[in-house]
């Protein structure tokens, strides 16, 4: 029998590349908030031309991340203290609808967020801390999810990026914050297990308001 050609897997466009790269250094703080970034110093990491650098950073800018200037570059934005508050008080008001609508909590959703403390354990061993943050967001999103109200659900979908910047920056200025996460999480988890709705709404409070008190030192 004649064999079938294997599929060539085309590599992304270049000005997705560049969109990536650049991205997921500003997320996880590679490109840090106040950073100068030059056309010609991406094209090169990247490995691609000015061109599609330009119209990956026009995307950037278009999501908030980046202030381009004419000639000079982009303008890695920093994390503004409206931008903290806004962004807590969403999630304050979204989780802790959801954990009170997900009690009492099924088995596959506990089971679930424990496989996700366990992650979250074994990433802060290795001190991967833009992994832990993915995790940690995720921990979140899959009691959203489990509210079962898709609104709400597309709403918190959209902090994703500002909570993964957010989670890399707390870790980053404050280490003990890597085992007081974890050590929350399983009290939220903990609290979902006994089926307690007050308790697992003050554990969530605690947990994301502190979110806010610890970046607004950080903000300039």
Do not use: W
């Not at 990491?45 to 000639?71: D, F, I, M, Q």
């Not at 903290?84 to 609508?101: F, Q, S, Y």
């Amino acid at each position: 029998m004649p064999t079938v050609p294997s599929a060539v897997v085309k590599p992304p466009p270049a000005a997705e590349r560049v969109y990536a790269h650049v991205k997921q250094a500003v997320l996880e703080r590679h490109y840090e908030g106040g950073s100068l970034l030059t056309e010609g110093e991406l094209a090169e990491a990247v490995g691609v031309s000015r061109t599609p650098v330009r119209e990956a950073l026009l995307r950037l800018e278009a999501e908030g991340l980046l202030r381009l200037y004419p000639k000079k570059g982009a303008l890695v934005l920093p994390v503004s203290a409206q931008e903290i508050g806004d962004v807590v008080e969403t999630r304050l008001l979204v989780e802790e609808h959801a954990v009170r609508k997900v009690l009492p909590a099924p088995r596959e959703l506990l089971d679930r967020l424990a496989e996700l403390l366990e992650r979250q354990r074994r990433q802060a061993e290795t001190g991967d801390l833009a992994a832990m943050a993915v995790t940690d967001r995720c921990f979140h999103a899959t009691i959203v999810e489990a509210a079962g109200n898709q609104i709400l659900a597309r709403l918190y979908d959209q902090l994703r990026d500002r909570q993964l910047r957010m989670g890399v920056a707390v870790m980053h200025s404050h280490p003990d914050r890597i085992a007081k996460n974890i050590t929350e999480h399983t009290e939220i988890h903990r609290a979902l297990c006994t089926g307690d709705a007050e308790a697992v709404a003050a554990a969530v409070r605690g947990h994301v308001g502190s979110v806010r008190h610890l970046l607004r030192g950080e903000v300039r």
